[in-house]
T-cell receptor, first 115, second 115 residues
Framework: AQTVTQSQPEMSVQEAETVTLSCTYD???????LFWYKQPPSRQMILVIR??????QNATENRFSVNFQKAAKSFSLKISDSQLGDAAMYFC????????????FGTGTRLTIIP | DAGVIQSPRHEVTEMGQEVTLRCKPI?????LFWYRQTMMRGLELLIY????????DSGMPEDRFSAKMPNASFSTLKIQPSEPRDSAVYFC?????????????FGAGSRLTVL
């Protein structure tokens, strides 16, 4: 079974600085998808970024980028120029490309932005 | 696009009562997921449907929980009888069943409190 581990329950960063959230996962599959979701206090789950495992290039969405290390099964999220609106819970998630379509989530990292 | 619509947003009920949560997926999405979020267990999949057919219900806690998807635009999650330990936020999500897409879009969640 696939598992997703987020070892940082809480992180904080100064506004305008850069922060990296860690995620590791375990799978025997060679192709899959990885995601970062953001959950602000409104509790809405919002997709931040996704990565296809077959792509070597790291995904980027504006201030958000990932460092995908397939061999190490690591998928970290980097947030540049942190803003107050980035304060939220961040969840890393795994999804297989074949078979079961479910998303398997990590336990989340609570990110605090310090003004 | 109105997104995934869930109702009610909040539900407070007494132990032993029946609870029905409702979800309208995004039009054209073939897959529908019910997740439960608690502090202790995080985000866990309860059940998911593909083309209205239940595919994986291994996360349904016990017989008190049931889910239906009578058509492509509506699903229900029912708890009967409810217990205090069922208190949680219940999320519905939908996804297009096409290779390469695989992005789950979540509703705003239904917060259930069982007294």
């Amino acid at each position: 079974a696939q598992t997703v581990t987020q070892s940082q329950p809480e992180m904080s960063v100064q506004e305008a600085e850069t922060v990296t959230l860690s995620c590791t996962y375990d799978t025997s599959e060679s192709d899959y998808y990885l995601f970062w979701y953001k959950q602000p206090p409104s509790r809405q789950m919002i997709l931040v970024i996704r990565q296809e495992a077959y792509k070597q290039q790291n995904a980027t969405e504006n201030r958000f980028s990932v460092n995908f290390q397939k061999a190490a099964k690591s998928f970290s999220l980097k947030i540049s120029d942190s803003q107050l609106g980035d304060a939220a819970m961040y969840f890393c998630a795994y999804r297989a490309t074949e078979g079961n379509e479910k998303l398997t989530f990590g336990t989340g990292t609570r990110l605090t932005i310090i003004p | 696009d109105a997104g995934v619509i869930q109702s009610p947003r909040h539900e407070v009920t007494e132990m032993g009562q029946e609870v029905t949560l409702r979800c309208k997926p995004i039009s054209g999405h073939n897959s529908l997921f019910w997740y439960r979020q608690t502090m202790m267990r995080g985000l866990e999949l309860l059940i998911y449907f593909n083309n209205n057919v239940p595919i994986d219900d291994s996360g349904m806690p016990e017989d008190r929980f049931s889910a239906k998807m009578p058509n492509a635009s509506f699903s229900t999650l029912k708890i009967q009888p409810s217990e205090p330990r069922d208190s949680a936020v219940y999320f519905c999500a939908s996804s297009p069943y096409t290779s390469g897409a695989n992005v789950l879009t979540f509703g705003a969640g239904s917060r259930l409190t069982v007294l």
